[in-house]
């Protein structure tokens, strides 16, 4: 929702937002989406120092955010299933 109402300019086209509030909103999901990259790196560099499979915990990460980061630190790989 946030991508499409920075991006798609139909929200401002039928006066929901203005062009100002759609340019926010822009930057908004840019940050969102350099914290997400952040977190998938910590993600990876955790799961490696700890011998395990990084690349599904990364895009978890990369997908779910901050959460899925906090998972990686306090949960060895597996430790999740039931």
Same mark, same amino acid.
């Given at each position: 929702?946030?991508?499409?109402?920075?991006?798609?300019?139909?929200?401002?086209?039928?006066?929901?937002?203005?062009?100002?509030?759609?340019?926010? =909103?822009?930057?908004?999901?840019? @940050?969102?989406?350099?914290?997400?990259? /952040?977190?998938?790196?910590?993600?990876? !560099?955790?799961?490696?120092?700890?011998?395990?499979?990084?690349?599904?915990?990364?895009?978890?990460? =990369?997908?779910?955010?901050?959460? @899925?980061?906090?998972?990686?630190?306090? /949960?060895?790989?597996?430790?999740?299933? !039931?």
């Amino acid at each position: 929702m946030l991508v499409d109402a920075g991006f798609s300019r139909d929200w401002s086209r039928i006066g929901v937002l203005t062009h100002e509030q759609e340019d926010a =909103l822009q930057q908004v999901a840019a @940050a969102v989406g350099c914290f997400h990259v /952040l977190c998938g790196i910590a993600a990876g !560099a955790v799961s490696g120092m700890r011998g395990e499979r990084w690349a599904p915990r990364v895009a978890k990460v =990369l997908a779910v955010g901050f959460l @899925a980061l906090v998972e990686v630190v306090l /949960l060895p790989d597996g430790s999740d299933k !039931a």
